[in-house]
């Protein structure tokens, strides 16, 4: 477990009185009595594991105008804070105001339903398979575009080097992908659409990708790299190699992959299985 402690201004005031010499004990006393009356005063943050997710692991929670299911929520080796969930919205409805990130970027992939998402000035109606990625400081925000509940992933990454906006700015800054302009690209295990493969502002490489892999075939074999991975699985029925763990990989779920982690996917089922892969490092 990796934790990391989060002191508010006058809990540091008092450290700073015992740094003067000022009572010890006191000052135990005190943060004592922040711990049990404030407990959100300590916030263990926990290193997200190297496993499989699945769908029906999650609980759907009410929150504002939407139902949202949470996935994940803690640091990896290369970033700060990793965290995933769903949120489902009703037709029309829009989750919450427009808003800007200052330390993250989001991707956003959409499981059904059309939603119009707009950053800055521009937007566009997207529908399943499609994606977004939004890049620090860049206002944006979602609605459902139609009368049936629309359901997306939003995966926020905070990384653990500064932020580099000109770099951002220069690969072209944040996008949006239709799965219809996703082109597919026929090979002897499936195939493959390839979303985006550049720089951003948080990353020197954010490549992401759709495979297609035919039944009861191996994505490849199990292999290792540095950049850290997810594989969230659209259709199919899969098995997932982390180190010398095997998962039942459900459609809707995903795997969480950290850096250097032996991996590999395999397609059990009797029909083809579609998956996102997306890597930063």
């Known amino acids: ?58 609980k759907a929670v009410k929150d504002e105008n939407r139902m949202r299911r949470q996935f994940v929520d803690g640091s990896t080796t290369l ?33 059904e339903g059309t939603i119009t998402a707009t950053i800055g000035t521009q937007s566009k109606d997207l529908g399943p398979g499609s994606v977004i990625y939004v890049l620090p400081g860049d206002d944006h925000g979602f609605r459902n575009a139609g009368s049936a509940p629309c359901t997306y992933y939003i995966i926020k990454l905070k990384n653990r080097t500064p932020i580099n906006a000109d770099r951002g700015k220069k690969s072209g800054g944040s996008f949006m992908v239709d799965w219809n302009d996703m082109k597919f690209v026929a090979h002897d295990k499936g195939g493959r659409r390839n ?26 074999a199990p292999h290792t790299h540095s950049p850290e991975e997810i594989i969230l699985l659209v259709s199919g029925d899969t098995e997932m190699q982390v180190g010398n763990e095997k998962y039942k990989l459900k459609e809707g779920g995903m795997v969480v992959l950290d850096s250097k982690i ?15 892969a997306f890597q930063w490092n």
């Open 1 to 58: 477990m990796q934790f990391t402690l989060k002191l508010a201004p006058h809990l540091m005031r008092w450290r700073k009185g015992l740094a003067k010499g000022a009572n010890t004990y006191l000052h135990i006393q005190c943060l004592l009595i922040c711990a049990l009356f404030f407990p959100t005063f300590l916030i263990a943050q926990s290193k997200v594991e190297s496993k499989a997710y699945n769908w029906d692991d999650t």
């Open 79 to 111: 970033l700060n804070n990793l965290e995933i969930h769903t949120s489902t919205v009703e037709g029309g409805e829009a989750p919450h105001p427009s808003h800007t990130h200052t330390d993250q970027e989001e991707l956003v992939i959409i499981k």
């Open 195 to 220: 979303v985006v493969d550049k720089p951003t502002a948080l990353f020197e490489r954010f490549e992401m990708h759709v495979t297609t892999l035919n039944a009861g075939l191996m994505s490849h």
């Open 262 to 276: 032996s991996h590999n996917l395999t397609n059990v089922g009797t029909k083809e299985a579609m998956y996102f």
